[in-house]
């Protein structure tokens, strides 16, 4: 290497030393009195054929006669480009003037600082401008964001299945909202590796950018979005670190509204290209660190990022260059539309609705910009817009989708693997769209079974909109609207230990004494009884401890069946058991199944015994056009799979003890909760206003719940008096949201 220095470029006995880079190997060559970055490459045509057209482009950029870009040296031949032997190998060297400075990585960041980087990038964009060279132009590599998909094999290469599944939805996302766009947008020659590495700064300003190794022919507002998204890192504001970027760059080369549009995912999509090569990097190159000297900033930000409403960011970034935003509609002209077609009975959430627009795993994002921490919706379990769900059903209906009259894969492969999941006595399964429709298919099985109709359900319980079930679900035909309990029903009190007749430690055997006499001394012997494990619209109330047990023994005494509704405390989401019934060490005969088993897809089913299951087999055919079909089997597939991959189960025990904990210690300190109690991320506390009497807060319950919407925290309320604040949140919540819930939830009360 000194020979090579000495003979073609007259620089004798200088000091070398290696730098870290990517693919090119870099060193810096130091004289007495000067200073130069050496770059070497192996001698290929492809890579000496680039090396050519980065000095084309640096001689172009010095056309400004300015000392921002390195300047190539030719050697004693007045070549740019000198070859020479290493090690038995041919390579190519190429010598570049060494620029001063302070890495932007290093630099001590400021608004000011920010603005000339906006404006450095946007000068030499235009300088760039009328830069062409067909090599650059030909060129198609994975760090050029219009080709960012080729980078979406290395996504496996990523342990962390929690980091994996945030790159898949920016895949995801980049396929749905930028592919479409990118062909119609502005393209040039850009640098394409803005990043705080490449990027020097002096007294506050930018000062020079140097490794013009990643020039490609892409989409202008590529360039600013990878500058975005290396500056950003580390920044808990990014958006309003992003805004003076924007603003000055926009003033040199303004941009248009279509490239502002999809700002947001380009920048995610730098993130994840970073973040995604690391991985791969990690295993082809373990001793390369350079690859990975972004990936833990990285990953921050993109699980940050992720958490933004991507309207905000459009919003913020448009009137960063003075565009209009997007008029919306508003509230009530939503609401208003709405309820010209559909009936006003279908309720919504809130004195103040929200109108929504997108969402992502425990994130939902309104129309306006704001994001929201969901602590509420149990439907999406998995989390919303969940990546391999997605592709499960997109693929899947891509191929085939139809009913179960014929014979396919996906059929028997979920039904087995749902059931494995289950006791062995529990073997049969059957597919219908909803918890509803699984709920009134558990009555007929029941009813055919035991050749009897009585049913015995427990107080203030639900089970479905069907005629059916509301006739035995208490929380309906006892409450507005409703008409009471028809003869097939036996109402029994709910075994709470809070509220009612008995609050010892024995309660749930007193309960269930009760509940068998009037059991026994029924005129009619009940063909089955229904509960969930914990009374959702209760109030979450957890059934008392021995009470199954002992109901189960006395109707199965007198020929009846016992049903588990599993529709919201199945699939893990209690935490240290996989099926509500198992806290109670019971095995139901019929299970229900519902809204958590397609993570939003409309899917229900039943699972009951051989026994049950051969008695309905009786001529008359079951059919459900859609219960079972190859789509929804797919989707419910991945929800397992997913369930398995993320160790969710784990999470929502984890996560749910430490939420229960949290809301004891706000118990402590607030006369007005005078309960917390559920399991995993089941959660309910409730408001009162004497805690020796137990007089229901309803108005505090209400005023707390619209407090945290307010604060872009949803929950829900429930329970007989409506006093009860329930959390339920996708099995994606972490301690993190939980500590948000926490410190909002005591700001609120503290100020109440």
């Known amino acids: 290497m000194k020979t090579t220095l000495s003979e073609k470029y007259n620089l004798n006995n200088p000091k070398i030393q290696k730098l870290v880079g990517y693919d090119i190997v870099n060193f810096k060559v130091e004289t007495k009195t000067e200073k130069y970055i050496l770059k070497v490459y192996p001698d290929k045509k492809e890579e000496v054929d680039f090396a050519e057209a980065e000095n084309k482009a640096l001689f172009h950029l010095q056309k400004s006669k300015n000392d921002k870009f390195p300047n190539p040296i030719q050697n004693v031949n007045n070549e740019l480009l000198t070859l020479f032997k290493q090690e038995n190998s041919k390579k190519v060297a190429r010598l570049l003037t060494y620029l001063e400075g302070e890495f932007l990585g290093d630099a001590e960041h400021s608004l000011e600082l920010f603005k000339s980087f906006g404006k450095f990038v946007a000068e030499m964009d235009l300088q760039l401008k009328d830069f062409r060279n067909y090599v650059i132009e030909a060129r198609q590599f994975k760090w050029d964001l219009q080709h960012f998909l080729l980078n979406e094999e290395y996504v496996k290469h990523i342990a962390n299945p929690i980091d994996r599944k945030i790159a898949t939805y920016f895949f995801q996302q980049f396929k749905a909202n930028v592919i479409p766009v990118l062909p119609s947008l502005r393209k040039q020659i850009i640098h394409g590796d803005v990043n705080e590495w490449n990027t020097l700064t002096q007294n506050n300003q930018v000062s020079g950018l140097i490794d013009f190794g990643d020039l490609s022919y892409s989409q202008i507002i590529n360039e600013l979005a990878i500058a975005l998204a290396y500056s950003l890192l580390g920044k808990d504001d990014p958006i309003k670190w992003a805004i003076p970027v924007i603003s000055e760059y926009h003033k040199i080369l303004p941009l248009k509204e279509k490239e502002i549009d999809i700002l947001y995912w380009l920048i995610a999509a730098r993130l994840c290209t970073s973040a995604s090569n690391s991985a791969f990097e990690r295993i082809q190159r373990p001793e390369n660190t350079y690859i990975q000297i972004s990936e833990k900033p990285a990953w921050e930000m993109l699980r940050l990022w992720v958490t933004i409403n991507p309207i905000h960011a459009r919003n913020e970034f448009s009137l960063a260059c003075g565009f209009e935003i997007p008029k919306v509609k508003t509230i009530e002209e939503a609401s208003s539309e709405r309820f010209k077609s559909v009936s006003s009975i279908f309720s919504v959430s809130y004195k103040k609705p929200i109108y929504m627009e997108s969402a992502a795993f425990q994130y939902m994002f309104d129309k306006y910009g704001n994001s929201y921490l969901d602590a509420y919706n149990n439907i999406p379990h998995v989390g919303h817009s969940h990546p391999k769900v997605i592709e499960a059903g997109q693929k899947q209906m891509a191929r085939l989708n139809t009913n179960t009259r014929y014979l396919y894969d996906q059929l028997n492969e979920y039904s087995t693997n749902l059931l494995k999941k289950f006791p062995s006595q529990l073997s049969k399964v059957f ?12 009555l007929r099985l029941a009813r055919n079974f035991t050749v009897k109709n009585r049913v015995a359900a427990v107080e203030h319980g639900y089970h479905g909109n069907m005629q059916s079930v509301i006739e035995i679900s208490h929380y309906k035909f006892a409450g507005k609207g409703g008409k009471g309990a028809t003869e097939n029903v036996l109402c029994l009190p709910i075994p709470g230990s809070y509220r009612g007749e008995f609050r010892n430690e024995n309660a749930g055997l007193s309960y269930a004494k009760d509940a068998n006499q009037q059991i026994n001394t029924s005129e009619e012997k009940i063909a089955a009884f229904i509960a969930e494990p914990i009374i959702g619209c209760g109030g979450q109330v957890p059934l008392a401890k021995n009470y199954l047990k002992e109901i189960y023994a006395a109707i199965r005494s007198q020929g009846g069946v016992c049903i588990s509704d599993e529709v919201q405390t199945g699939f893990g989401r209690l935490g240290d058991v996989f099926w509500g019934f198992e806290q109670h060490q019971v095995i139901p005969d019929i299970v229900i199944l519902g809204k958590p088993m397609g993570n939003g ?28 079909n190859p789509v929804s089997c797919a989707i419910g597939q991945a929800v397992l799979d997913v369930m398995d991959e993320e160790k969710l189960q784990q999470n929502a025990k984890l996560v749910g003890d430490y939420y229960l904990q949290e809301l004891a210690k706000l118990q402590q300190k607030y006369e007005c909760i005078g309960d917390v109690r559920g399991s995993g991320l089941f959660i309910g506390f409730e408001f009162v206003k004497n805690r020796l009497t137990l007089e229901p807060d309803t108005e505090l319950a209400q005023k707390v719940k619209n407090k945290l919407r307010g604060n872009h925290i949803l929950v829900g309320t429930d329970g007989p008096f409506d006093n009860v604040i329930k959390s339920k949140p996708p099995l994606c919540f972490w301690k993190e949201n939980v500590d948000e819930v926490i410190l909002k939830l005591d700001k609120i009360l503290n100020f109440k």
């Open 431 to 442: 597919f219908v769209n909803s918890g509803s429709a699984a709920s009134d298919l558990a």
């Open 601 to 628: 897809h409309p899917m229900g089913a039943v699972v009951c015994t051989d026994e049950i299951a051969e008695a309905f087999n009786n001529g008359m055919e079951f059919f459900s056009s859609f219960g079972g």
